[in-house]
């Protein structure tokens, strides 16, 4: 049944992905998961730490509780 409809089927345009490097704070919350203070701490450690070089550096916020940022993984990129 999949293989029938498959060539009807399309990527839904709501499911975006946010580059952390270079989103500002109103890019990042304007993301559902991500709050006004979490995207300000993730834009101020970058501006801090330099560019993330992976989605798991984000781990190092202490503002970003492990389970939002679970959540958020798979709409951000580098």
């Known amino acids: 049944m999949f293989q029938l409809i498959r060539p009807l089927l399309d990527w839904s345009p709501i499911f975006q ?13 304007a993301h559902p998961y991500i ?3 979490e995207a300000k701490a993730i834009v101020s450690y970058r501006t801090q730490h330099g560019p993330f070089r992976q989605v798991e ?7 970003l509780p492990a389970e939002t940022l679970q959540r958020i993984k798979p709409y951000l990129r580098l």
Request: no cysteine.
């Open 35 to 37: 709050s006004f203070r």
């Open 17 to 29: 992905t946010i580059d952390i490097n270079t989103a500002d704070e109103a890019a990042l919350n």
């Open 57 to 63: 550096d984000l781990e190092r916020l202490h503002a």
